[in-house]
């Protein structure tokens, strides 16, 4: 079964500090990776999309990695400012004739002053 | 910066009423879509829109449920007779084309949602 995992549930650091977010995939077969942030009572706004052969790819204060071999993912985020309090939500495309995406059920992320 | 635009933000209804919520995609986007998301839960897909009619739809997206473009630049989903269980945020998306590897253009862009509860 096509599922998306992700960890932690939750997790709150103090602003300035770096964290790393974890996403496990058992997505078959596999087309492309996506983070997104989601803000509280927002859409959701993509942060970066992986393909099977990238490894790494940042935007801004965020990095995200992929290992296609064991189906990992993590988003790395430094330097964090309050405004990056959010759930992020990794989401993988399935290559089938639908492109379906499984989304995973995010990780709520809380920066304190 | 382009955005999608939802309308409207939050609307409460009662059990079996109609409700049409409505969504202004990117002009030149081509595919549209409807998500909802429960209150703490997963993003779900219910529908995708290509060419004037519906290209995939989810088990969620039942008889209750339909979608429509009525003029060049709006795009609406309509509850027929809600349920209690219908109270969600429902996001409207669109991409300029279909998902495909290695293509960075098909990223969705999300509206920021209309908040529906059904009393």
């Known amino acids: 079964k096509n599922q998306v995992e992700q960890s932690p549930q939750s997790l709150i650091i103090l602003e300035g500090k770096n964290c790393t977010l974890q996403?496990?995939?058992?997505?078959?077969?596999?087309?492309?990776l996506r983070w997104y942030k989601q803000d509280t009572g927002r859409g959701p706004v993509s942060l970066t999309i992986?393909?099977?052969s990238e490894n790494t790819k940042s935007n801004g204060r965020y990095t995200a990695t992929l290992d296609a071999d064991t189906k990992q993912s993590s988003l790395h985020i430094t330097a964090s400012q309050l405004s990056d309090s959010a759930s992020y939500i990794c989401?993988?495309?399935?290559?089938?004739?639908?492109?379906?995406?499984?989304w995973g059920a995010g990780t709520k992320l809380i920066i304190k002053p | 910066e382009p955005e999608v635009t939802q309308t409207p933000s939050h609307q409460v209804t009662q059990m079996g009423q109609e409700v049409i919520l409505r969504c202004v995609p990117i002009?030149?986007?081509?595919?549209f879509y409807w998500y909802r998301q429960i209150l703490g839960q997963k993003v779900e897909f219910l529908v995708s829109?290509?060419?004037?009619?519906?290209?995939?739809k989810s088990e969620i997206f039942d008889d209750q449920f339909s979608v429509e473009r009525p003029d060049g630049s709006n795009f609406t989903l309509k509850i027929r007779s809600t349920k209690l269980e219908d109270s969600a945020m429902y996001f409207c998306?669109?991409?300029?084309?279909?998902?495909?590897?290695?293509?960075?253009?098909?990223?969705?862009?999300f509206g920021a949602g209309s908040r529906l509860t059904v009393l």
């Open positions: 989401v993988v495309s399935v290559m089938d004739s639908n492109y379906q995406l499984i």
């Open positions: 998306a669109s991409s300029l084309i279909r998902d495909r590897v290695n293509s960075g253009a098909n990223v969705l862009t």
């Open positions: 992986m393909t099977f």
């Open positions: 996403c496990n995939y058992t997505v078959s077969p596999f087309s492309n």
């Open positions: 829109f290509y060419n004037n009619e519906i290209s995939e």
């Open positions: 002009s030149n986007h081509l595919y």
